[in-house]
């Protein structure tokens, strides 16, 4: 595909500089034959384009007011229909950029400017400003695939580009979350939408894992039994009864230099996998010795030929 560059209405440039030309001529003839006269009517269009100007900028400072009533407004409608977090906050993000664009140019219209000529120029830097808002318009894109496809949600605690945090917020280009040590990331839906997401929100049910080393010559049946009852002893631990959940697995895993492992397996609800995780090792490290249960160490055995 080749890109042509826009072909630019030179007669009429040449023509409004011809224009500035003459006003110039004009005044500065006028300064000559009657310089009170002159700069009276100098005077006169300084005033009027000063409160031009102040239309301007009280037509601006209002409009960024009804914009955040708008915005307001938007999200009450959101809240008071249950809309999802995710499509709320795109679409209060998109709106806000749509009418502050918007209001700039009736702002700049006020001031007499002609805004027809001011979409011309756009227009003949369309190349340049497209290629400097290809990475813009890229995340924006990435924005609608995720919104359409919904890898995730505001509130879901995601892993994605190299950071692990809850998703907070969502506008137009990019992605906010929030870290587990409360910093906040922003990444852009371009490389967020091509690349990998990993949600630990989206499924109700989540699978722990345990892996608990003993020393060599641990009753394996005695061993593993006491495990289980440490599992079943916490009512937050599911079974096969819950739906997409299975009984607690517990066998030896490896075979290690140093010591038995064992691996044990239960599923418990998602917004219990931290508490119950955490809460199991304590018992474990607890409970364990109590039972007879030794944990193991590294050791060198040495011999000695004379």
Known sequence: MILQTPIIPTED??????????????????????????????????????????????????????????KKGLRKLFEKRNTDKTVASFVSSFASVVLTVLLIVISISTLGINTTSLAALLAGGGVAIGMAL??????????????????????????????????????IVSTRITLPDNRSVTIPHGTLANGNINNYSRNPLRRLEWIVSMEYGTDADSFEACLRGIAAADS??????????????????????????FVMR???????YWPVYFSINDTIYK????????????????????
């Open 266 to 272: 239960a599923w418990v609800r998602r917004d219990d």
């Open 287 to 306: 409970e364990l010795p109590k039972a007879g249960f030794h944990f193991p160490f590294p050791q060198l055995d040495i011999h000695f030929r004379q």
């Open 13 to 70: 440039y040449v023509s409004k500089v011809d224009s500035v030309r003459r006003a110039a001529g004009s005044f500065a003839e006028a300064l000559a034959t009657d310089p009170q006269g002159a700069m009276r009517q100098l005077g006169t269009d300084m005033i009027q384009f000063g409160l031009k100007l102040m239309v301007a900028i009280l037509i601006y400072i209002v409009g960024i007011w009804l914009i955040r009533l708008a």
């Open 134 to 171: 290809s990475g813009t318009l890229q995340n924006f894109a990435g924005g609608l695939l995720i919104l359409a496809f919904k890898p995730f949600k505001v509130g879901d605690f995601i892993e994605a580009q190299g950071y692990a945090g809850t998703v907070t917020e969502m506008s």
């Open 236 to 261: 937050r631990i599911l079974d096969a009864t819950t739906p997409g959940a299975a009984d607690i697995f517990v066998a030896v895993k490896e075979l290690s230099a140093n010591s038995v492992d």
